[in-house]
């Protein structure tokens, strides 16, 4: 069946570090994957995404790696702050135009200050 | 430019009671997504509508759910004769033009407990 899954539920990392959030998915339909970030008692905030076709995509302190032939997603943070203390959720998508998107667990990053 | 606009923010219902959850999208986005999100778990997808249509509904449960975005006004998700299940966090979602990213734009939800 379709699902999207973490490697991990928790993950602490020293403020200054980079952080690498891990995300296996068994879709191989999927038309783009996304990164969202939720804080507590809020909506989930969208962070990268990035179409089947490509392998990566960089924004601000942020880079998605996707490797399909695995079948998984990674997001790192550069430099991570304070403020990037969050649930990070992947999620995928197969249709641009329906955004039903599956998504995974979420892992919580906590940084050390 | 506001968000997403869901309320209430905070539901407290009884057993078979009925919840109306509201949701006005971004201003200009006419799509509209309804996820449910229980504790410590990712968000489910549950109703994709547009103005005055349900285009995907496959994630809704088939009794008691159900969602609308009429012409005017906001979406609205029901939940009838309500359950100590149903409590989760429900998230609506907007997006603009379809087929022009995957980005949705999330509200900061309605958490509903059923006592």
């Known amino acids: 069946g379709e699902s999207v899954g973490l490697h991990l539920p928790t993950l602490s990392v020293q403020e200054g570090d980079n952080s690498i959030i891990n995300c296996a998915y068994s879709n191989s339909a999927s038309d783009y994957f996304i990164w969202y970030k939720q804080e507590s008692g809020k909506g989930p905030q969208f962070i990268i995404d990035?179409?089947?076709?490509?392998d990566k995509r960089q924004g601000q302190r942020v880079t998605v790696l996707l490797n399909k032939t695995v079948k998984h997603l990674s997001l790192q943070i550069a430099a991570t702050q304070p403020g990037d203390s969050a649930v990070y959720f992947c999620?995928?998508?197969?249709?641009?135009?329906?955004?039903?998107?599956?998504f995974g667990t979420g892992t919580r990053l906590t940084i050390i200050p | 430019n506001a968000g997403v606009m869901q309320n209430p923010r905070h539901l407290v219902r009884r057993r078979g009671q009925e919840a109306r959850l509201r949701c006005s999208p971004m201003?200009?986005?006419?799509?509209v997504y309804w996820y449910r999100q229980l504790p410590e778990e990712g968000l489910k997808f549950m109703v994709y509508l547009q103005k005055e249509n349900i285009i995907d509904e496959s994630g809704m449960p088939k009794e008691r759910f159900s969602a609308e975005f009429p012409k005017e006004g906001p979406s609205i998700l029901r939940i009838q004769q309500v359950v100590r299940g149903d409590s989760a966090a429900y998230f609506c979602?907007?997006?603009?033009?379809?087929?022009?990213?995957?980005?949705?734009?999330f509200g900061e939800g309605s958490r509903l407990t059923v006592l």
């Open positions: 999620a995928e998508g197969k249709n641009f135009g329906n955004e039903k998107l599956t």
């Open positions: 979602a907007s997006s603009p033009q379809p087929g022009a990213s995957g980005e949705l734009f």
């Open positions: 990035i179409r089947s076709n490509m």
């Open positions: 201003k200009g986005h006419s799509h």
